[in-house]
């Protein structure tokens, strides 16, 4: 064995899980592009008060999980451990506030140094979208109409279920967290140590905490939709009605927190429970007061991440199969025969065919591995060329679906 090993919580994507990743990732990106959204990419590292300023300082993601350094220059910098902060200070820094709204996706790996476990790495992808500039709860519906119509070009849909919250706005939000605080205060010492740690920092993310104990005293601790204002009720009550308009199926979870501070009003999760403990596959909500928080104009913001990881884990036996409508496999045998093939396969994918080169071992192996070919496409053909003793090449064509095999010349190769 090697003594040098992936980094713990980072794994090779191998040619078979790199094609289901693929696939997740061409299935999003033109599902999210028939919604009029563009791509962008952001750097994977930013200095890291961008993190800090927009995820909080309690956030775990900020608090525990970043990969961050000192660079040679002396700056702070810190690996992306998500991809909202990123569009955001892209949105500040390159000033497209004249551009609203804007709708944009984006795919690239985050980095989080978290307990690895099933579903849970260091290094993940994220596939993700945001609207700027549009507070209308009909952005949050459409926003989530995209995630959910992915979702089913991914055969998931029976598989995983939207849980939705609203947080309020600003002033809804205070009020809750001041009944909150008053509700957990006299129980502060039965709390697990980091939920200790939040009341006094951020006692909303207790709400999330995994802890049983916590979990059994917060069955009892006043809920968010009792602090609601008019303005909050009513934008929730409309976001509800367009799920409901566009039959997409979903559960409230009044508990709904989410782990990144800069979140109000909508927040959602689809989750499954096919994954042990890490069944978010996709996440996200509205983000009004980010691009202030960042130093830009007063803009808001709605969007989600999926995770690709757990969406690859998921539907890795499920996705449609990917075959080839024809591919071609080139067996040669004799010195100029080999150069000929190489050249006639590379005329051939010129004009956009697949040609897979065999470059080793005698006639009999070379077409035992053409013939495996059939598994990954409709049709498949073996061009054999031989070296003839008059120093001139006879070209064949083996049709692997009937067997039928014919001479042919240079020419019929060059045209198929
Ligand atoms: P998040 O919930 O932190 O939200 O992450 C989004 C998704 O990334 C999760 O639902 C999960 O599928 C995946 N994920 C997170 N951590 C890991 C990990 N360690 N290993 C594998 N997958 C993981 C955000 O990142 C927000 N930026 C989403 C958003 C966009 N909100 C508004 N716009």
Redesign the pocket.
């Known amino acids: 064995m090697s003594k040098y090993q992936s980094v713990r919580g980072t794994r090779d994507l191998l040619p078979a899980l790199k094609k289901v990743f693929r696939q997740i990732d061409e299935i999003a990106y033109k599902t999210a592009r028939n919604y009029g959204f563009n791509e962008i990419e952001t750097p994977i590292f930013e200095f890291s008060d961008v993190f800090h300023r927009s995820l909080g300082e309690t956030s775990d993601?900020v608090s525990k999980e970043t990969y961050t350094f000192t660079d040679r220059g002396g700056d702070s910098i810190t690996l992306r451990p998500?991809?909202?902060a990123g569009v955001v200070r892209s949105f500040v820094s390159e000033g497209l506030a004249q551009h609203l709204p804007l709708k944009l996706y984006y795919y690239g790996p985050m980095f989080?140094y978290?307990r690895p476990q099933k579903?849970?790495?260091r290094q993940?992808y994220?596939f993700?979208v945001?609207m700027l500039g549009l507070e209308t709860p009909l952005a949050d519906i459409e926003c989530l109409d995209l995630a959910w119509t992915i979702i089913k070009k991914l055969n998931l849909s029976e598989r995983c279920i939207l849980e939705i919250n609203t947080l309020g706005d600003t002033e809804s939000r205070a009020d809750y967290r001041k009944a909150l605080i008053d509700f957990l205060t006299p129980l502060k010492f039965q709390l697990s140590p980091d939920s200790q740690v939040r009341l006094e920092k951020n006692p909303m993310r207790i709400l999330d905490s995994k802890d049983e104990g916590d979990r059994k005293l917060l069955a009892d601790a006043p809920l968010m939709e009792n602090f609601l204002n008019e303005k909050s009720k009513d934008f929730f009550t409309k976001v509800i009605a367009g799920l409901k308009h566009l039959n997409i199926p979903f559960k409230l979870n009044p508990k709904l927190v989410?782990?990144?501070d800069y979140y109000c009003h909508t927040v959602f999760?689809f989750t499954t429970t096919e994954l042990g403990a890490q069944g978010?596959?996709?996440?996200?909500?509205r983000?009004d007061g980010l691009v202030e928080m960042l130093g830009g104009p007063k803009t808001a913001g709605v969007?989600?991440?999926?995770?690709v990881?757990?969406l690859a884990d998921l539907c890795e036996k499920s996705l449609p199969a990917s075959t080839e409508d024809i591919l071609f496999g080139f067996a040669a045998i004799g010195p100029n025969a080999e150069l000929e093939a190489l050249q006639l396969a590379s005329a051939l994918t010129a004009k956009n065919k697949k040609c897979i080169s065999f470059h080793t071992g005698n006639l009999k192996k070379k077409l035992e591995k053409i013939s495996k070919l059939t598994n990954d496409a409709e049709n498949v053909y073996a061009i054999l060329l031989f070296d003839q003793n008059d120093g001139s090449i006879e070209y064949k064509i083996k049709n692997f679906k009937t067997g039928e095999e014919k001479t042919a010349t240079k020419q019929d190769i060059l045209s198929l």
């Open positions: 993601a998500e991809g909202t989080r978290e579903g849970r790495y993940f994220q993700g945001e989410r782990g990144l999760e978010a596959i996709l996440s996200g909500g983000y969007g989600w991440a999926a995770g990881d757990r």
